[in-house]
């Protein structure tokens, strides 16, 4: 039996930490920011928020490896656009958690991988085989089966679309961060693709007065509490990101993102969890009909990820 590579280990550390920061992200919207006539009036506080904590670790990164950063050019340039891709997925994130339940929306990320095939494919020259293709279409129908509402026989459109969107700008940002990275260092994309996003949250906050009523309102009416959750959920987020982009290095885009099947199992046992033990702090709906929808689902995605995985 062949060795496990050391990026599959990494990626997985990667979802596990993704996983805390989806229910800190759902808990965040649902406890403090949803209200009766704006269900995502949070959206600007929290990627706002998300942007400011990026240029503390861009700042983190600086002092720590600053001899292996390249300031100028075209990488700077590089990994700005990455900081603003990620600015747009987390905003298509953070409106499709919003108005859909968390183990309903967040597994459409599992097309990922498609998306990432194909702009490895035109960015970086990768190739993948007609089994590891077939392997993805099944991943995209476990994504899908989970969309799906049974009870009440329709997809949620938006939530759907949102997170298809945003999976679509994941793979691109993922593929460029490859790409800069190779033709650099990984603290140099780590570095500008924090500034990036620091850069689009001045942007958000100078630039969409909605965002910006948002952010004031809640700095000067919020107590220390928020903060400090956001906090947390940043560290969680923001060290995901590092680690899966540090795995994107070691490995084939595509196979790498193939990891991310692994997530809507986690996330399914820790929503139960939470959900039958500390249901004050996430609303997940745990009938027999939904619980059977969601663990079909999750069996074919598993199965197209064993099947990618095997045909290596």
């Not at 649902?30 to 506080?45: A, I, M, P, Q, R």
């Not at 929290?46 to 490896?65: C, K, M, P, Q, R």
């Not at 500008?192 to 630039?207: E, K, N, P």
């Not at 099947?261 to 997940?284: D, H």
Request: aromatic share 16%; net charge negative.
């Amino acid at each position: 039996m062949s060795e496990i590579p050391l990026w599959v280990y990494i990626g997985l550390l990667a979802q596990f930490l993704w996983v805390a920061g989806n229910l800190f992200d759902k808990y965040l919207i649902e406890t403090f920011f949803k209200s009766d006539d704006d269900e995502d009036e949070g959206t600007g506080t929290l990627v706002i928020f998300s942007s400011f904590f990026a240029l503390l670790l861009s700042g983190g990164i600086w002092v720590l490896w600053s001899d292996r950063i390249e300031l100028g050019g075209a990488t700077a340039l590089w990994g700005l656009a990455i900081g603003l891709l990620n600015a747009v997925w987390i905003i298509a994130y953070l409106y499709a958690i919003g108005r859909g339940e968390l183990t309903r929306t967040v597994p459409v990320f599992q097309t990922i991988p498609i998306f990432g095939f194909i702009f490895g494919f035109l960015l970086l020259g990768e190739t993948v085989t007609a089994a590891q293709l077939t392997a993805a279409a099944f991943l995209i129908i476990g994504s899908f089966v989970l969309s799906y509402s049974f009870k009440n026989h329709r997809f949620d459109w938006v939530p759907l679309f949102l997170m298809l969107f945003a999976s679509t700008v994941v793979a691109l940002q993922e593929v460029i961060f490859k790409y800069v990275a190779l033709d650099t260092s990984f603290a140099t994309s780590a570095f500008w693709q924090g500034i990036g996003l620091g850069l689009a949250g001045v942007l958000l906050y100078v630039c969409v007065p909605t965002y910006r009523k948002q952010f004031n309102f809640f700095l000067k009416t919020s107590n220390g509490k928020i903060w400090g959750v956001s906090a947390v959920n940043e560290v969680f987020d923001n060290g995901a990101t590092l680690v899966f982009g540090y795995a994107m290095l070691l490995g084939p885009v595509v196979l790498v993102q193939a990891v991310n099947s692994y997530q809507p199992l986690t996330l399914l046992v820790v929503s139960y969890i939470i959900a039958l033990f500390f249901g004050n702090y996430l609303r997940e709906d745990t009938s027999h009909l939904s619980t059977i929808q969601k663990v079909a689902g999750i069996a074919i995605i598993t199965i197209g990820s064993v099947w990618l995985y095997t045909s290596i």
